[in-house]
């Protein structure tokens, strides 16, 4: 089952998402300190409920994930394939910051939604519908499979002043005594906003 195993991270940013376990590849993800696009302004706080990404087919609805006792990002039901999760603790996605995103590559069920994220390429669009009516357009810049037994959190989670955007779902080999042994993580900035 892909499922992900985030841990919270200690950080100086109270927002900031928690941390996960993964090996980079040579693409390479936003600036972390960069600013938004020119002409790009972000936008204010408001929760997604849409998700969309022409390239791969996805068209999700974003459900509110929590951390559970231990630190761990809890990830969106099995019993939901084609539903997609964001870090409700965190940034929202348009907002100044590091938003994330999860979702199954599969389930019991089969493909779940995040199933071809891996083929993402740079420059494909993410489109992501919000509650205040607001569509925040994001960009992909890369997109890398990191070892769960090397992920980088700092890299991935970062702080950020221009609004980022992280998708991130399970990747690599599979084993049946440990689940998948990678992430799948995409990066991608905003680039626009109706």
Request: charged fraction near 20%; hydrophobic fraction near 40%.
């Amino acid at each position: 089952m892909g499922t992900l195993l985030l841990s919270q991270a200690l950080r100086d940013d109270p927002g900031a998402p928690p941390a996960t376990a993964s090996t980079a590849s040579d693409a390479r993800p936003p600036t972390a300190q960069g600013a938004p696009g020119a002409g790009v302004r972000p936008l204010p706080a408001s929760p997604p409920v849409r998700i969309r990404i022409p390239a791969i087919g996805v068209d999700a609805l974003l459900t509110r994930l929590e951390l559970d006792a231990a630190g761990v990002l809890q990830p969106p039901p099995a019993t939901a394939p084609t539903l997609a999760g964001w870090y409700a603790d965190g940034t929202t996605p348009g907002a100044p910051g590091t938003a994330v995103v999860t979702g199954h590559v599969d389930t019991p069920f089969g493909p779940a939604v995040f199933h071809r994220l891996d083929t993402l390429a740079r420059g494909a669009q993410i489109a992501v519908e919000r509650q205040d009516g607001r569509t925040a357009r994001f960009t992909v810049e890369a997109v890398e499979l990191h070892a769960k037994d090397h992920f980088p959190d700092d890299k991935v989670y970062g702080a950020s002043r221009r609004p980022e955007l992280r998708l991130i779902t399970c990747g690599g080999s599979w084993s049946s005594d440990t689940g998948y042994q990678a992430n799948t993580v995409v990066y991608a900035t905003l680039t626009g906003a109706d």
